[in-house]
């Protein structure tokens, strides 16, 4: 996650982070300041890993997602048995 300046953040009193996987997130100023980004990110469950399958990237799950037989956490990574539907897996996400 790092930091990124947007011309609104002074005005709304936010602050715009780039997450691990592409998205962008704004957070209160004064929680950020109180709390720290990366506690809120965890907190909102905003925080997500990529999904690999047959050794492409095929979208994301949340960092603590409950593991399944077919899919296990490698690093910074889920790896989804080849065989695995990922679409009928809790909060998947494809192609994000």
Not at 71 to 84: T, Y
């Amino acid at each position: 996650m790092k930091r990124v300046e947007t011309e609104h953040d002074r005005s709304r009193n936010t602050l715009t982070y780039q997450l691990d996987d592409g998205r962008y997130v704004s957070l209160d100023a004064n929680a950020v300041a109180l709390y720290g980004a990366e506690n809120l990110v965890q907190w909102l469950g905003l925080e997500r890993l990529p999904v690999m399958q047959q050794g492409r990237r095929v979208g994301t799950l949340p960092k603590d997602a409950e593991p399944l037989d077919n899919l296990q956490r490698e690093g910074d990574a889920w790896v989804a048995g080849e065989h695995l539907d990922l679409d009928t897996v809790k909060e998947f996400e494809r192609g994000s």
